[in-house]
């Protein structure tokens, strides 16, 4: 039987808030580092990794942990649904409302949402020919988030940030 509608909204609202609070408090745990306390960022990180259960669990009762052939057309989807319509969308909006810094992060992301859309197609091909896929190095960028694969450049494409920074996966 499929699942109630207010069911099946209440999870995907609650999948939502788990996710953000995961994120939010990595990103706070590495503040707290910064800041010369580890202790705070162990106690965000472990509090962070129990929403992240929370998420799974929610995402998992929605149906929406399938194989990995269906995870990547979901994030192919994602993806090209950020660069042909969100971010473009959201970068002319912070241009007209001459929002410096909100042009700056909604560029970073759309320059980067390409490559993904790319590396997850590659993905998928090999998925499709029932393989495993082949990468080399995969590297982000700390400041932009800009992704590549196999060597890297000295200066990253979209913010120059150094290569020394880039961390590789
Ligand atoms: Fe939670
Ligand atoms: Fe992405
Ligand atoms: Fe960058």
Redesign the pocket.
Known sequence: MAMHKMTERDLNEAYAG?SM?FMKYNIWADKADQEGRPQIARLFRAIAQ??KV?ATNHWRTLGMVQGTKDNLQHAIDGENYEVDEMYPAFKAVAELQEEKGAVRSTYWALETEKVHAQMYAKAMGSVEQGKDASFGEIWVCPVCGYTGEGEAPDLCPVCNAKKATFKKF
């Open positions: 788990e609070a129990a929403e929370h």
